[in-house]
């Protein structure tokens, strides 16, 4: 990955914002529209509510991105292995799978080199898919994975605003 | 480095001085550009000069004047041809060419007045036809880059036989006019000097490219190549004019010698280059007698060649200057202007490695490939941690990478909480039937907002106040402190506490009125230890349900 790929890529344009912020915005959409169909309101109503909402969040910021990031690919990837497990839909094996697997043993041992592993493996679990990356991708990916998060944060922040007024 | 593949064959048995250093030019070009190219060098032997002259002729005219052209690798053909052209005419013996052939990787320049190919009158002629095209041969497929085709050929143009032979080779000329002309007449009368400088750079590289076809290849050659180079600066310098011919002669056996012993691994045996190299000194000494015509501008040569040694170490010291300028435009190799290539020539040598070799050990550090690329790939990380670091606030201050690391796993964990807080927001707040075109609307807001909401900040403040923690942690005290505000549930936390203080918190209480229950089911999937707490029983499936789309059926389902 050369530093010119790296910069660009890492920062989300725009065009990433916006993209979230519609597909958050439709996500967040369905889910009201069930709800006002159950028009209980219970704590685990809402409770699950908010569930749906994470993941749509998560979802959203994933697919706005695309699947040219390992972190956004994990993301999707996990939805769908969670929708196989629910039978809505079968999982395809993803070929990428194993070769990452094994960048992973390498990674573990250049990650002892360079920084504390304790701290190596917490950022591993911060970041999706970032157990199966290599030190130089996993500070690549959190880098583009921060910037991702913060512009969500921003468009949440600005729909709760507008949603609460 | 891999310049095995260039063939420089330094045939340093010109009877001038000058000779000797377009060769060494020549060289240095060689070993900076990866390439082999062919440098056919023609020395101030009138002969070869002829040939190229006469495209020149103008240019020929004057003495001092060197032609030097760019020729494209599709003319090492031409090359060729010249070559065995010029072996004839060696046979013939009307003219001592001592045939040069200098394989230069670099395409920049091969400006070398006199570097041509030169053949003693004594040498025979058919040994230097034979050497030069297996030389040339082995150049070619490297050639696909520019040759850079630099023949000094002033002085000796006057010898009516190249008049002929220019003819012939009159493509050859107009391609090697070119760059040389230009290059030449800035600096006056002194053409010579500033070659015998390339020169003597060249000459290291051909030393190298030798080695190199000599099985040698190896890593270190930049060094010895450097080695070379001194070598061959100090042996010209001290000599008089007269004398420096007499040290080039030398200098040039000694290459020469070198020479055999790479040859004879490939093609070519010792002894033609002892024959040549006697024939050089032959032919200095004959040259100067065998060409009358050519003798007044041999003299005049000497003389400027003279001259150049003189200001060869003024000239070097000027081009170690000029290398450091020239470093950047190492790299295109396609330069058209002779000027800029001679730049680059007097840059190069210097530091030709830089171009190819992107990691290079320092002194004592390991050469081995795993080691070269450890280093590659720490850069590299330490690259990406300077742009993490400017990405994480509050993390420029911090000065080691674990201390780093942790600022950014704090940072990310942060703003996760974050998400999951505006989730949690986005699903409490009760949505108009409208948002969907409020939102259209907001997107448009928020794209161009800069401003956090007055309201929702004190909320940030405090996720940002929390002290970081593991995700499970904080979880667990936000929701102790929601739970201990709704319903006491919770022992009171010192984070709890944070959350009371704070308006923001108590404002959004009231939505949560439910919540009680919920907040710790949400925590559940994260911590363990919450769930032994909250205790509701959700089971198995909270993990896989918290993760999933799909999650929030489940919980209905169990629900």
Same mark, same amino acid.
Request: glycine content about 6%; hydrophobic content about 30%.
């Given at each position: 990955?050369?530093?010119? =790929?790296?910069?660009?890529?890492?920062?989300?344009?725009?065009?990433?914002?916006?993209?979230?912020?519609?597909?958050?915005?439709?996500?967040?959409?369905?889910?009201?529209?069930?709800?006002?169909?159950?028009?209980?309101?219970?704590?685990?109503?809402?409770?699950?509510?908010?569930?749906?909402?994470?993941?749509?969040?998560?979802?959203?910021?994933?697919?706005?991105?695309?699947?040219? =990031?390992?972190?956004?690919?994990?993301?999707?990837?996990?939805?769908?292995?969670?929708?196989?497990?629910?039978?809505?839909?079968?999982?395809?094996?993803?070929?990428?799978?194993?070769?990452?697997?094994?960048?992973?043993?390498?990674?573990?041992?250049?990650?002892?080199?360079?920084?504390?592993?304790?701290?190596?493996?917490?950022?591993?679990?911060?970041?999706?898919?970032?157990?199966?990356?290599?030190?130089?991708?996993?500070?690549?990916?959190?880098?583009?994975?921060?910037?991702?998060?913060?512009?969500?944060?921003?468009?949440?922040?600005?729909?709760?605003?507008?949603?609460?007024? | %480095?891999?310049?095995?593949?260039?063939?420089?064959?330094?045939?340093?048995?010109?009877?001038?001085?000058?000779?000797?250093?377009?060769?060494?030019?020549?060289?240095?070009?060689?070993?900076?550009?990866?390439?082999?190219?062919?440098?056919?060098?023609?020395?101030?032997?009138?002969?070869?000069?002829?040939?190229? @002259?006469?495209?020149?002729?103008?240019?020929?005219? #004057?003495?001092?004047? /060197?032609?030097?052209?760019?020729?494209?690798?599709?003319?090492?053909? %031409?090359?060729?041809?010249?070559?065995?052209?010029?072996?004839?005419?060696?046979?013939?013996?009307?003219?001592?060419?001592?045939?040069?052939?200098?394989?230069?990787?670099?395409?920049?320049?091969?400006?070398?007045?006199?570097?041509?190919?030169?053949?003693?009158?004594?040498?025979?002629?058919?040994?230097?036809?034979?050497?030069?095209?297996?030389?040339? $041969?082995?150049?070619? &497929?490297?050639?696909?880059?520019?040759?850079?085709?630099?023949?000094?050929?002033? &002085?000796?143009?006057?010898?009516?036989?190249?008049?002929?032979?220019?003819?012939?080779?009159? *493509?050859?000329?107009?391609?090697? *006019?070119?760059?040389?002309?230009?290059?030449?007449?800035?600096?006056?009368?002194?053409?010579?000097?500033?070659?015998?400088?390339?020169?003597?750079?060249?000459?290291?590289?051909?030393?190298?490219?030798?080695?190199?076809?000599?099985?040698?290849?190896?890593?270190?050659?930049?060094?010895?190549?450097?080695?070379?180079?001194?070598?061959?600066?100090?042996?010209?310098?001290?000599?008089?004019?007269?004398?420096?011919?007499?040290?080039?002669? $030398?200098?040039?056996?000694?290459?020469?010698?070198?020479?055999?012993?790479?040859?004879? #691994?490939?093609?070519?045996?010792?002894?033609?280059?002892?024959?040549? $190299?006697?024939?050089?000194?032959?032919?200095?000494?004959?040259?100067?007698?065998?060409?009358?015509?050519?003798?007044?501008?041999?003299?005049?040569?000497?003389?400027? @060649?003279?001259?150049?040694?003189?200001?060869?170490?003024?000239?070097?010291?000027?081009?170690?200057?000029?290398?450091?300028?020239?470093?950047?435009?190492?790299? /295109?190799?396609?330069?058209?202007?002779?000027?800029?290539?001679?730049?680059?020539?007097?840059?190069?040598?210097?530091?030709?490695?830089?171009?190819?070799?992107?990691?290079?050990?320092?002194?004592?550090?390991?050469?081995?490939?795993?080691?070269?690329?450890?280093?590659?790939?720490?850069?590299?990380?330490?690259?990406?941690?300077?742009?993490?670091?400017?990405?994480?606030?509050?993390?420029?201050?911090?000065?080691?990478?674990?201390?780093?690391?942790? @600022?950014?796993?704090?940072?990310?964990?942060?703003?996760?909480?974050?998400?999951?807080?505006?989730? %949690?927001?986005?699903?409490?707040?009760?949505?108009?039937?409208?948002?969907?075109?409020?939102?259209?609307?907001?997107?448009?807001?928020?794209? /161009?907002?800069?401003?956090?909401?007055?309201?929702?900040?004190?909320?940030?403040?405090?996720?940002?106040?929390?002290?970081?923690?593991?995700?499970?942690?904080? %979880?667990?005290?936000?929701?102790?402190?929601?739970?201990?505000?709704?319903?006491?549930?919770?022992?009171?936390? #010192?984070?709890?506490?944070?959350?009371?203080?704070?308006?923001?918190?108590?404002?959004?209480?009231?939505?949560?009125?439910?919540?009680? @229950?919920?907040?710790?089911?949400?925590?559940?999937?994260?911590?363990?230890?919450?769930?032994?707490?909250?205790?509701?029983?959700?089971?198995?499936?909270?993990?896989?349900?918290?993760?999933?789309?799909?999650?929030?059926?489940?919980?209905?389902?169990?629900?």
């Amino acid at each position: 990955m050369n530093p010119k =790929r790296f910069s660009s890529s890492t920062r989300p344009s725009t065009t990433v914002k916006s993209r979230f912020a519609c597909g958050f915005l439709r996500a967040l959409w369905r889910i009201n529209r069930q709800r006002r169909t159950s028009t209980s309101a219970s704590s685990r109503e809402i409770c699950r509510r908010y569930l749906r909402v994470k993941v749509a969040a998560d979802v959203s910021m994933a697919s706005a991105v695309g699947s040219r =990031r390992a972190w956004s690919r994990a993301i999707l990837l996990r939805k769908l292995r969670n929708q196989g497990q629910n039978g809505t839909v079968r999982v395809r094996r993803m070929s990428n799978i194993p070769r990452m697997r094994k960048r992973n043993i390498c990674g573990n041992k250049c990650t002892e080199e360079v920084a504390g592993t304790c701290q190596a493996e917490q950022l591993r679990k911060l970041v999706p898919g970032g157990e199966e990356m290599d030190m130089c991708n996993l500070l690549g990916e959190t880098a583009h994975y921060i910037e991702c998060l913060t512009t969500q944060v921003n468009v949440m922040r600005r729909i709760a605003e507008i949603l609460s007024t | %480095m891999e310049k095995e593949s260039t063939t420089p064959l330094n045939w340093t048995t010109s009877s001038f001085g000058m000779e000797i250093q377009p060769n060494d030019l020549n060289c240095a070009a060689a070993d900076q550009l990866p390439n082999s190219f062919f440098n056919p060098n023609w020395d101030n032997s009138v002969d070869q000069s002829d040939p190229f @002259e006469s495209a020149l002729s103008s240019i020929v005219s #004057s003495p001092a004047a /060197s032609n030097a052209a760019a020729i494209p690798g599709r003319e090492c053909l %031409m090359i060729r041809e010249l070559i065995g052209r010029l072996g004839n005419i060696c046979n013939s013996g009307e003219i001592s060419p001592q045939t040069y052939v200098a394989g230069n990787t670099t395409t920049n320049n091969n400006s070398t007045n006199t570097s041509g190919y030169n053949t003693p009158l004594n040498s025979p002629p058919k040994l230097n036809l034979s050497i030069m095209d297996s030389q040339i $041969r082995g150049s070619l &497929p490297i050639n696909g880059h520019q040759v850079p085709f630099h023949p000094t050929l002033a &002085p000796f143009s006057a010898d009516p036989g190249f008049a002929e032979r220019a003819a012939r080779f009159s *493509c050859f000329g107009n391609t090697n *006019c070119i760059g040389l002309n230009e290059t030449d007449f800035p600096y006056g009368l002194m053409p010579g000097m500033e070659y015998g400088k390339m020169s003597n750079a060249s000459s290291n590289q051909q030393f190298k490219v030798v080695g190199s076809q000599m099985g040698v290849q190896e890593n270190n050659k930049q060094e010895g190549n450097v080695v070379v180079k001194r070598k061959f600066i100090r042996l010209p310098r001290p000599s008089t004019p007269e004398n420096a011919e007499l040290g080039d002669s $030398r200098e040039g056996s000694s290459v020469s010698e070198q020479i055999p012993g790479g040859e004879v #691994s490939t093609k070519v045996d010792s002894d033609a280059n002892a024959r040549k $190299r006697k024939s050089i000194s032959r032919g200095k000494a004959k040259e100067t007698p065998s060409t009358p015509s050519a003798k007044h501008q041999k003299t005049t040569v000497e003389n400027e @060649e003279s001259n150049a040694k003189r200001s060869r170490q003024d000239e070097d010291a000027g081009n170690e200057k000029d290398s450091a300028k020239a470093k950047a435009k190492a790299d /295109s190799k396609a330069a058209g202007d002779g000027n800029q290539k001679q730049n680059k020539d007097n840059s190069k040598p210097p530091e030709p490695p830089k171009d190819y070799i992107h990691v290079r050990a320092r002194r004592g550090q390991a050469t081995d490939s795993h080691s070269l690329a450890e280093r590659v790939r720490r850069e590299k990380i330490s690259e990406r941690m300077k742009f993490l670091q400017d990405l994480v606030p509050g993390c420029n201050k911090v000065t080691g990478k674990a201390v780093m690391l942790d @600022e950014i796993i704090n940072y990310v964990q942060s703003l996760q909480r974050q998400v999951e807080f505006l989730s %949690m927001k986005l699903a409490t707040v009760n949505p108009r039937m409208d948002f969907n075109m409020e939102a259209q609307l907001s997107k448009d807001i928020f794209q /161009s907002r800069g401003a956090l909401p007055p309201t929702l900040y004190p909320l940030d403040s405090v996720m940002r106040s929390i002290p970081y923690g593991y995700q499970p942690q904080q %979880m667990q005290a936000l929701h102790g402190g929601i739970a201990n505000e709704t319903e006491n549930r919770f022992p009171v936390n #010192s984070l709890s506490a944070l959350s009371r203080n704070n308006p923001s918190v108590q404002l959004h209480l009231p939505p949560m009125d439910g919540y009680g @229950e919920a907040v710790p089911q949400v925590s559940a999937p994260w911590e363990d230890d919450l769930q032994s707490v909250v205790q509701m029983g959700f089971g198995q499936n909270q993990q896989q349900s918290f993760h999933g789309s799909g999650a929030a059926a489940q919980m209905k389902v169990e629900l």
